[in-house]
């Protein structure tokens, strides 16, 4: 079926996305698409991103990704499609 199919993306996201619940956002709105992966804070201010799932769903993650929390302020989604990899759940690292 169209849009079954599994992928993982891999993003660096920049802007005000951090001390604002980004990653904390981004895990619930993995968790209600129901994706695995996880975010994590980098020294240089940026989020980076792994996200698996339906191909459907990390499509809408993605572009979630550019809006995030009410309180971000979102000036790049540097992303791609990489190789499947399992995860159990979507952590915030």
Known sequence: ML?????????YVTGRVQ?????????K??????LSG????????????MACGKSDNVKKFA????????LASVTDVDGEQV???D???FEVL
């Open 29 to 34: 709105k993995a968790q209600k698409l129901k």
């Open 87 to 89: 995860h159990e759940n």
């Open 83 to 85: 190789a499947w990899e």
């Open 63 to 70: 572009k979630w990704l550019w809006d995030g929390p009410i």
């Open 19 to 27: 001390g604002v619940w980004y990653r904390s956002s981004a895990q």
């Open 38 to 49: 996880w975010a994590k804070n980098l020294p240089d201010d940026r989020v980076e991103i």
């Open 3 to 11: 849009g079954d199919e599994k992928i993982c993306i891999h993003c």
